[in-house]
């Protein structure tokens, strides 16, 4: 049972590139989320999906995508990246109707 | 918009002493107050919760408190070790949406042997 699991673990990418960062899930959840996480910010939600077929904006979504794939994907799409978007990115899922997130370990990305 | 301000930002105790954390919010509709700690390095996890129709949850030497009319909730951990060392961050629940957390800022404590 790994849990919530987050590829890939380390990214560099040279501005206007474009990347997908893959979350998957082994807990059966309904909901999973894509947070943002820079120093002295905490931990700022970028888009959520509450069930399979449906997406959210959370506070920080400018510049992001992401795609539900199935019960257990939900991919996390930076068309053309930029330096801001510098960050340690946090893939997390819970049971619909329950808070309670589980965090995957984290995708460190550097744009330079 | 909705927000949660944490205080203090860093915290230095002795072993074996009490710290507190203390948080506030802006929604008055939250009924979610989850503690993370992440220490370095490593994924937030969750240690403690409690929800509105609560005012304190212990689990061993952590407990949390909520006053929902000053829209305020702490962290209380006694007999602290030096494996308490992390950062730990609090959130509150938003938007009447389940699973929309705003976190606050963190607090990194640091236990001294």
């Known amino acids: 049972n790994a849990g919530v699991t987050q590829t890939p673990k380390f990214q560099v990418l040279k501005t206007g590139q474009s990347m997908t960062l893959q979350c998957a899930q082994d807990?059966?959840?309904?909901?999973m989320y894509w947070y943002r996480q820079d120093p002295g910010m905490g931990l700022r939600l970028i888009y959520y999906?509450?069930?399979?077929?449906?997406?959210d904006k959370g506070e920080v979504p400018n510049g992001y995508n992401v795609s539900r794939l199935n019960k257990r994907e939900f991919s996390l799409r930076l068309e053309s990246a930029a330096p801001s978007q510098t960050s340690v990115y946090f893939c997390?899922?819970?049971?619909?109707?329950?808070?309670?997130?589980?965090f995957g370990s984290g995708t460190q990305l550097s744009v330079l | 918009g909705e927000n949660v301000e944490q205080h203090p930002s860093t915290l230095s105790v002795q072993e074996g002493d009490s710290a507190v954390i203390k948080c506030t919010y802006s929604d008055s509709a939250s009924n979610y107050f989850p503690w993370y700690k992440q220490e370095l390095g490593k994924r937030p996890q969750l240690i403690i919760d409690?929800?509105?129709?609560?005012g304190e949850k212990k689990d061993q030497r952590i407990a949390v408190t909520l006053n929902k009319t000053a829209k305020h909730f702490s962290l209380h951990i006694t007999e602290t070790q030096p494996e308490d060392s992390a950062v730990y961050f609090c959130a509150a629940s938003y938007g009447g949406s389940q699973g929309n957390l705003i976190f606050g800022k963190g607090t990194k404590l640091s236990v001294k042997p």
């Open positions: 999906s509450a069930s399979e077929g449906t997406t």
């Open positions: 807990m059966n959840h309904n909901s």
């Open positions: 409690i929800r509105s129709n609560v």
């Open positions: 997390a899922s819970s049971v619909l109707g329950d808070e309670k997130l589980f």
